[in-house]
Structures are given as C-alpha cells and as structure tokens.
C-alpha cells in the first residue's frame, strides 16, 4: 500500500458539536461526532466507510469536501491541506472533488430541467464561452450515464428514481474531478435499480481512473464495490483494510459483529442468527473511557476500560483493538 499514491489523507480528523439548552445558550457537553481519524485513500481506488447510524461516516464524508468544517485536524489532497485554504481556493478544489447525495428525490431542483442541473458546475467554473458548447458537454454526460440526449428539457419529476440519480452522477462528472464522496448513493433506491447504478459507477472509475469515497450500511453492496473497508464505531476508526482479508478474517469485535448480521443466501447455512450484542449502548454525547465498544464487547476486559487501544498495523490491515491479532 505504501507504493501507490495518496490522493487524500486526513490526520487526526476530529468534529464536536456544540450543545446547547433551549435559550441557545451552549453547554459543557458537546457531541464527539467523529473523533481523532487518520486515514489515506489512494489513486484510483474505492474505499468505503460503514458502520451503523450515527457513527459518524457521513459527517467524516462531508468534512473531506469542507461542507462541514472540522473542529480539528488535517484534510490533505494532492497534498495541500484544504482546511487552510480560503473560499476562492476551494472553489479550485471543488473542481477536483465532487459528491453524490443520498436522496436523488432532494438532491435536484424540481425548478430546473435537466440541461441546467447537469451544467450548472459547468457555468458556475466558467467551462465553455459558448451556450452550444456547454449543451454538447451535457449531452455526453447524460449519454455516459445511460439517459437519453433527447430528455434534456424534462424536470426531475418527469424521472424514475434510478434516472434522477443518474442525472447527479452525470452532474458530479461534469468537471472531470479526480475524487467522488458518493454518500449512501443507491441507498433510497429499488434493489433492482441498486446493482445498475453500482455496475456504472464502477464502469465510470474504469474509464475515468476515478476514486471514491463509498459512504454505507449496507454490507452486501460495500463487498461488491470496495477495494478497501473503513469500519466506524462512535467517531471512531476500528478496522481498516482489504475488502476480502476483512469479510474473511475481521480483527475488530465489532467489524466481527456486524458481518455476522447480514443475512445468508446460502440455503445450506440457512439464517442462522451470530451472537447478539448485548450491554450499554454507549453515547456520542459522553462517550466511554478507553475503547468505546467496550460496553457492547463480550470479550472486554479491564485494560479496556483504562487505556484506549490504537489502530495497529496487521499487514496490509489496521485494528483499533488490545487484544486483535492474526
């Protein structure tokens, strides 16, 4: 892994927000949204990040486009750190990374048709001089993604959901960025529609070197896509590593967990449940000392309440866990 090249990296990545009581007034306490992550993504790769509601994945996600600005740390691309950089720098950036929302039912504007929402990064950067030449592009673009050219002038409604998603792909394409936040992406769509949208945008990283960043829950569809895993527990990175070395030997409890709760198609196996978590669902709010799995882990043991584990390197792999080996 050290041989290929980083494309972005975060050190010590860290988002707290604020409470406050009903007069606006802030509190002591704070939220530890995500907490202290280190991790690299590399140059034509798909790296996703799971783990349950809540643990922090898509506020990490949209900390790496500066939608949500972080309370600490380091968000390095190409090697610049963006976190410095001012408005008018960003906007350079922006060419460079692009996202793709969850919902294709809010993410489009019912109020334009599709030749201005798949443009509008195309007038906003000032592309094309010419109205043809920006229409030619768009045209491409919604070729590349599977709509047809002559649907241009349709709005949003007048699409499936599978269709609308594919209009923000087109759009998030628009500029030629090098790196794509695709935010639980297929998520809010039909399972039939889910494995076409995922055969396209791995199409699309083939033909363009494109690296995402895959934002989900869903565990069937991160095995499908992925080339490295990033497990998320309370703010915090657990495990980190290759797709298969992950599905077929998790280090982490909690990576552990969480594989023995997606359902079967095996017939043989059947739906045999895995071991159900018991204990105290930790808070974000007042987060446990040590590891914070601790009080969900079966296998915990005093140390793990005392010190907090680190995320060590296994090979190609990183497990945040005491007592995680090979």
């Known amino acids: 892994m050290s041989e290929r090249e980083i494309l972005l990296e975060t050190r010590n990545l860290t988002k707290e927000y604020q409470l406050k009581n009903n007069f606006g007034v802030r509190k002591r306490q ?17 790296l996703s990040l799971v783990g349950e509601s809540g643990c922090g994945k898509s506020t990490l996600g949209r900390m790496m486009m500066r939608l949500i600005e972080p309370t600490g740390g380091e968000i390095l691309f190409e090697g610049q750190d963006i976190t410095a950089c001012s408005e008018r720098e960003m906007n350079q950036v922006y060419q460079k990374i692009q996202m793709i929302f969850q919902d294709p039912y809010a993410s489009l504007n019912p109020r334009m048709k599709v030749r201005q929402l798949i443009a509008e990064p195309l007038v906003t950067h000032k592309v094309y001089g010419t109205k043809e030449e920006t229409e030619k592009r768009v045209k491409e673009l919604m070729h590349m993604v599977g709509i047809r050219p002559e649907l241009i002038d349709r709005y949003p409604h007048q699409f499936s959901g599978g269709q609308r998603q594919r209009i923000g792909i087109a759009r998030a394409l628009a500029l030629n960025p090098k790196l794509m936040v695709c935010d639980e992406p297929v998520s809010a769509l039909d399972v039939s529609i889910q494995s076409q949208i995922l055969n396209l945008l791995k199409d699309l990283q083939q033909e363009f070197n494109l690296t995402y960043l895959f934002i989900s829950h869903d ?37 552990r967990f969480l594989l023995q709760a997606v359902p079967s198609m095996d017939p043989e196996k059947g739906q045999k449940r895995g071991q159900i978590l018991t204990g105290e669902i930790p808070s974000a709010v007042n987060p446990p000392s040590g590891c914070r799995f601790r009080t969900r882990c079966p296998y915990a043991k005093p140390l793990c309440a005392e010190e907090e584990p680190k995320l060590r390197s296994f090979g190609n792999r990183k497990a945040a866990c005491h007592f995680a080996a090979l």
């Open 30 to 46: 704070a939220v530890h949204a995500v907490s202290d992550v280190s991790l690299e993504i590399y140059k034509g790769e798909t």
């Open 219 to 255: 565990l069937g569809v991160v095995h499908y896509i992925s080339d490295r895993i990033c497990v998320m527990f309370l703010g915090k990175v657990c495990e980190i590593g290759d797709t298969d070395e992950i599905y077929e030997n998790p280090l982490h409890p909690y990576t």
